[in-house]
T-cell receptor, first 115, second 117 residues
Framework: AQSVTQLGSHVSVSEGALVLLRCNYS??????LFWYVQYPNQGLQLLLK??????LVKGINGFEAEFKKSETSFHLTKPSAHMSDAAEYFC?????????????FGTGTQLKVEL | EAGVAQSPRYKIIEKRQSVAFWCNPI?????LYWYQQILGQGPKLLIQ????????DSQLPKDRFSAERLKGVDSTLKIQPAKLEDSAVYLC???????????????FGPGTRLTVL
């Protein structure tokens, strides 16, 4: 089955440090890829998305992600973490081979930001 | 613009009881989705509507779950009877077009947290 894999269910960084959240997809065809953020007791909010074209995608709150077809990856980064970035982050793929039009989510990465 | 509304926000029931969740999507959004998010997992699509028609319900446990969107606007998801493993957050989302397309974005509601005792 086609899937989206997030490496590391929990990531902890210091405030001001680089944030790197990993996402790999399984598909023979480049899918549409999304990163969502979920704050406690809230729904998911779109951070950024890759569809076609430029492989480096910039999103809200200073986040960006790079689509690397050769590595089947779409890792999320932010140069300097802020306390307000603490949340759960989900990578999702659409248009995955055999997945029709629905989004397939990874299992999520909980980001903790420490002083 | 108003976001996706869901109610109730929290619900606690005994196993074998019934429960219903309501969702009102963003105005003008033709596509509506119900997801189940079990603790520690990503959201899993249960059912997807395009207007008032079902597009995908392949992962909906139809022996106990049902959903409807009769007028193509708001939607109700029902569980009858509930099991312990149904404890989860039920998220509703809406979009202008079908999921996965390049210009699509799904907007999520705050979810309903269901606890089955």
């Amino acid at each position: 089955a086609q899937s989206v894999t997030q490496l590391g269910s929990h990531v902890s960084v210091s405030e001001g440090a680089l944030v790197l959240l990993r996402c790999n997809y399984s598909s023979s065809v480049p899918p549409y890829l999304f990163w969502y953020v979920q704050y406690p007791n809230q729904g998911l909010q779109l951070l950024l998305k890759y569809t076609t074209g430029a492989t480096l995608v910039k999103g809200i709150n200073g986040f960006e992600a790079e689509f690397k077809k050769s590595e089947t990856s779409f890792h999320l980064t932010k140069p300097s973490a802020h306390m307000s970035d603490a949340a759960e982050y989900f990578c999702a793929g659409g248009g995955l081979t055999g997945g029709g039009n629905k989004l397939t989510f990874g299992t999520g990465t909980q980001l903790k930001v420490e002083l | 613009e108003a976001g996706v509304a869901q109610s109730p926000r929290y619900k606690i029931i005994e196993k074998r009881q019934s429960v219903a969740f309501w969702c009102n999507p963003i105005s003008g959004h033709a596509t509506l989705y119900w997801y189940q998010q079990i603790l520690g997992q990503g959201p899993k699509l249960l059912i997807q509507f395009q207007n008032n028609g079902v597009v995908d319900d392949s992962q909906l446990p139809k022996d106990r779950f049902s959903a409807e969107r009769l007028k193509g606007v708001d939607s109700t998801l029902k569980i009858q009877p509930a099991k312990l493993e149904d404890s989860a957050v039920y998220l509703c989302a809406s979009s202008l077009v079908l999921a996965g397309g390049p210009n699509n974005e799904q907007f999520f509601g705050p979810g309903t947290r269901l606890t089955v005792l």
